[in-house]
Nanobody, 128 residues
């Protein structure tokens, strides 16, 4: 039974930083991927960043590239999203996802289809 639990969300001022954590259990990291998604009010859920646990290879969407960093800690079975230079448009519920269920094409922006497990989400609110 795979379980993903996000934490670290909160409210910050524009320009501030947050680090989100996702603790995974019941899932193997070998030859697989974890990712972060977000859903802004009134918008569809969108991919933010993904990382291959075994190799460390990562991919980012353009709207966060250079500001957000995805990382992992195998010992803690956790993946992190470090968010810098936050802007109000980054306000969203952020979700952790795991388990690559089919070969991905990261240039296809519909990343959700590639993941089999999801956390409950953590709220990030950025004020002006």
């Amino acid at each position: 039974q795979v379980q993903l639990v996000e934490s670290g969300g909160g409210s910050v001022q524009a320009g501030g930083s947050l680090r989100l954590s996702c603790a995974a259990s019941g899932w193997t990291y070998e030859s697989n991927v974890m990712g972060w998604f977000r859903q802004r009010p009134g918008k569809e859920r969108e991919g933010v960043a993904v990382i291959y646990i075994e190799s460390g290879r990562s991919h980012y969407r353009d709207f966060v590239k250079g500001r957000f960093t995805i990382s992992y800690d195998k010992a803690k079975t956790s993946v992190y999203l470090t968010m810098n230079s936050l802007q109000p448009e980054d306000s969203a519920i952020y979700y952790c996802a795991a388990d690559l269920v089919k070969p991905p094409n990261w240039y296809d922006h519909n990343w959700s289809q590639y993941f089999g497990y999801w956390g409950q989400g953590t709220q990030v609110t950025v004020s002006s």
